[in-house]
């Protein structure tokens, strides 16, 4: 047996070189108390936030550099070298005024990151600090629109909001676009108050709402996108202000439409002007709970699930009658356990989708779901935990001569991940990337998608030709598929012609071309009749097969 | 104040202990680089640290750039680069190996994860979006040589942010030797 001295001094030995990976500090940053922050007017202000943070509970550290290379023109005091008390934090703040839409790109241009600007990151801050044992580094997206408008398109919109005990709205709303494919919610942003009741217009591809806290005067509102609210008018209502509006749509004639939950009133209001043009009581043949409703494109009634009898509704926008679906709704063919559905949206294609929880106490999911209008009855296409949502929107007929929003593009890791569309893009024929061969299998393309740029399958290190050719047949495949499922035309792969010789210069002019080009329609939501509801990028990375070029 | 360890032997103390078991065993090119009179090899990994609820974070190697004022550095690339779960926090994997000649005193190290990754969270999969997956550090031949090592903390639970279609991949690094 180990002798006891020796056992000690090599515990001893080993807490003092576990010294040497000790990590002294942790950089931090925030811009505008976010990670990722959307800009959409000009000027605005971004005041960034840079923490280091001595994370040794017991010991000052010395701090010897903190670099943000954007934040040039900002001062940081105290300047490194300093020491930094144990547990203790030294804060540098800075703010950049963003002049215009090209300044935001500019910073995008030069940044760290190799992709930027892009239409879904215009620039990346980068902060980094150094010790003497080591360094750290925090990063922040900020996103610019050139204007922060919407397009029409079948992007789900879902608005949040708190409520306290008594259901009043208890934080600002903040704006949400769902993602059906992943079940993924993007913020979008934070208003100033709290508002319910959200509508996408397609006369303006803006949204509205009606911001109630309960006590107040509700007020009409406007909601751009970056989730930013601006107040319109206070609403003309006879409603009493503790009064909670929980409902909105725009009707085809231009008029916004809001429903008032406890005195069952539905209002029509000017969305340009605030200004209410009718209002009237909902009549209903027995209890009726509505959270919120949608136009069809189609008949132009309000569809809506009544809470209270379960099962479909339609109102009358003119006369303020609601008809209840003959027979309760059922999810998935079972009869709908206790659903509250707060979210109603329908297409331009005239299909209704809700976003709502159902069953028991102990086991509630929140779901997005298809509605037959005809038999009242749902099927779920994904339940995922979310917060606690107010409201939905979406643009629900295309005006003729609107601005379009680009044509949608997906990256490689959709396409990767997502085995009905892939075999959506399969299914049109084999794929020819020219000199780099031709597709026609799911593994074969899979592989391709998930191909590594630096390691093959086999361990293989890959030349920088090599890693040229994985990194262009991946975006050449991506956008390939981005014009069969998306109907989106892809670059010409001609620098990929001629297979005797492939010139790396040209061959990587196309890989960026094509790699800007599927990332560009990035933010143009997927028709939801495409039916994309599962993402799965682990098992098909399993699948993939080891590309031969 | 904290002073840096200067130990030369406190790696051997560590095998000793049988705390090294996590690293790669594949010692090809450190033996070449050994038989070299004029280059000494370092590693450079990467370790997921703070994982929370992630089952599963997938990510590959891109390239890797190593200069010293402006002269590119020889590096050898890993096969365990390929795909690295970094979820497993006990595992720092081998990105690859430098070789610094002598005369080298500091490097700048940039490391850029290839563009897309994966997870797992709550047993549901999704993708990583890893554009902004860039890691750019410098260090010094004398912290180099402690371990003869260098180690990119990726900190999860700070770095992974909702975004469209997945997850937004904002590295929040610390770098240990």
């Known amino acids: 047996m180990m002798d006891r001295k020796w056992l000690w001094l090599l515990f001893i030995g080993a807490v003092w070189a576990s010294n040497a990976w000790a990590n002294d500090f942790r950089a931090g940053q925030l811009v505008n108390g976010r990670k990722q922050y959307t800009v959409g007017t000009y000027p605005e202000t971004l005041r960034f936030t840079f923490t280091v943070t001595n994370i040794d509970p017991a010991l000052p550290a010395e701090l010897l550099s903190a670099t943000a290379p954007l934040m040039k023109p900002c001062t940081r005091a105290p300047t490194p070298p300093l020491v930094v008390p144990a547990d203790g934090q030294v804060t540098y703040q800075c703010e950049i005024e963003l002049e215009s839409y090209d300044a935001c790109l500019t910073l995008g241009i030069h940044d760290a990151n190799p992709v930027t600007p892009n239409p879904e990151v215009s620039f990346t801050s980068t902060f980094s600090i150094g010790w003497d044992a080591g360094a750290s580094q925090a990063g922040t997206n900020v996103l610019c629109l050139p204007r922060p408008d919407l397009f029409c398109d079948d992007t789900v919109y879902l608005s949040t909001t708190s409520r306290a005990l008594d259901g009043r709205p208890a934080a600002p709303s903040r704006l949400y676009i769902f993602d059906p494919a992943t079940g993924t919610l993007t913020l979008q942003g934070e208003a100033a108050l709290p508002y319910n009741a959200l509508a996408f217009n397609p006369f303006d591809n803006i949204l509205y709402a009606i911001a109630s806290d309960g006590i107040g005067a509700p007020r009409f509102i406007r909601v751009d996108a970056t989730g930013a609210s601006r107040v319109i008018a206070p609403l003309d209502t006879a409603a009493p202000p503790s009064a909670l509006w929980t409902a909105g749509a725009v009707l085809k004639d231009g008029a916004y439409v809001g429903f008032e939950h406890g005195t069952r009133r539905l209002i029509r209001v000017n969305p340009t002007t605030g200004e209410t043009l009718s209002e009237q009581v909902v009549t209903a043949p027995g209890d009726f709970q509505v959270a919120d409703f949608a136009v069809s494109p189609r008949d132009g009634q309000l569809y809506a699930f009544n809470n209270a009898t379960q099962r479909l509704t339609r109102i009358d926008p003119l006369t303020g009658v609601a008809t209840d679906h003959a027979s309760p709704a059922r999810i998935d063919g079972r009869p709908a356990e206790a659903p509250v559905m707060s979210a109603a949206v329908f297409t331009r294609d005239g299909e209704l989708y809700l976003y709502g929880t159902s069953g028991p106490d102990t086991r509630r999911a929140s779901g997005f779901h298809a509605v037959d209008v005809m038999t009242g009855h749902l099927t779920t296409l994904l339940t995922r935990p979310v917060p606690q949502l107010a409201d939905g929107a979406m643009c629900g007929f295309y005006l003729w001569g609107a601005p379009r929003p680009r044509p949608t593009t997906r990256d490689r890791g959709f396409f990767g991940a997502s085995e009905s569309a892939l075999l959506e893009c399969l299914a049109y024929g084999p794929i020819s990337l020219g000199a780099l061969g031709e597709v026609s299998t799911l593994p074969g393309a899979l592989g391709i998608l998930w191909a590594n740029p630096a390691i093959a399958s086999n361990n293989a290190r890959r030349t920088a030709l090599e890693s040229l050719k994985v990194r262009t047949a991946r975006e050449a495949l991506t956008a390939v598929c981005n014009e069969r499922v998306f109907n989106t035309r892809a670059p010409a792969l001609s620098a990929l012609a001629n297979p005797a010789s492939l010139d790396p210069g040209p061959v990587e002019e196309l890989r960026q071309r094509l790699e800007r080009h599927n990332h560009a329609g990035k933010r143009t939501a997927i028709p939801l009749r495409k039916r994309i509801f599962a993402m799965d990028p682990l098992r098909a990375m399993e699948r993939a097969e080891e590309p031969r070029f | ?177």
């Open chain 2, 1 to 177: 104040m904290k002073l840096p360890s200067q130990s030369r032997w406190a790696p051997a103390l560590l095998v000793a202990l049988g705390t090294t078991g996590a690293c790669d065993s594949s010692e090809d090119d450190l033996v070449r680089a050994l038989g070299d009179p004029v280059l000494d090899a370092f590693e450079l990994r990467l370790r997921g640290q703070d994982a929370a609820r992630y089952e599963k974070v997938l990510l590959g190697m891109g390239q890797v750039e190593i200069t010293s004022f402006g002269e590119p550095v020889r590096f050898e690339p890993s096969p365990n680069a390929r795909a690295m779960d970094l979820s497993d926090t006990d595992h720092a994997h081998l990105l690859g190996r430098f070789f610094l000649p002598r005369y080298v005193k500091q490097v700048d190290i940039t490391v850029r994860l290839d563009d897309v990754g994966a997870f797992k969270e709550d047993s549901l999969a999704g993708l990583v979006n890893a554009q902004a997956g860039t890691i750019q550090f410098s260090t010094t031949r004398g912290a180099l040589e402690q371990r003869s090592r260098v180690v990119i903390h990726l900190h999860l639970k700070d770095s992974l942010f909702e975004g469209r279609g997945g997850k937004t991949l904002l590295p929040s690094t610390s770098i240990a030797h």
